[in-house]
Nanobody, 120 residues
Framework: QVQLVESGGGLVQPGGSLRLSCAAS????????MGWYRQAPGKQRELVAT???????NYADSVKGRFTISRDNAKNTVYLQMNSLKPEDTAVYYC??????????????WGQGTQVTVSS
């Protein structure tokens, strides 16, 4: 089983920045993509950003221009640089990896979530 370990969450003032990290470990055959999702109180989990192993990215409209996703394939690690944070960014952020086993069957692994709170 693949384990995802997240770090970097915390409390930040509006306009501030945070950088989230997520490292994948375990029996990994191949990685299709990694990304970040978030869930705010009373809302459904939503996509924040994803990145493929070859560098293609996708962002939610709400974070485009403020957040940047990047990865280090050698370390199986994905990052989320969050700038110009707003109170509405407050949520639990979850790391995700979409992988394939040796039979090329896709599956997902999730981190435990890290709290990001944007408040003055």
């Amino acid at each position: 089983q693949v384990q995802l370990v997240e770090s970097g969450g915390g409390l930040v003032q509006p306009g501030g920045s945070l950088r989230l990290s997520c490292a994948a470990s375990g029996l990994i055959f191949s990685i299709n993509s990694m990304g970040w999702y978030r869930q705010a109180p009373g809302k459904q989990r939503e996509l924040v950003a994803t990145i493929t192993s070859n560098g293609g990215t996708n962002y939610a409209d709400s974070v485009k221009g403020r957040f940047t996703i990047s990865r280090d394939n050698a370390k199986n690690t994905v990052y989320l640089q969050m700038n110009s944070l707003k109170p509405e960014d407050t949520a639990v952020y979850y790391c995700n990896a979409n992988l394939r086993d040796r039979y090329y069957v896709p599956f997902d692994s999730w981190g435990q979530g890290t709290q990001v709170t944007v408040s003055s």
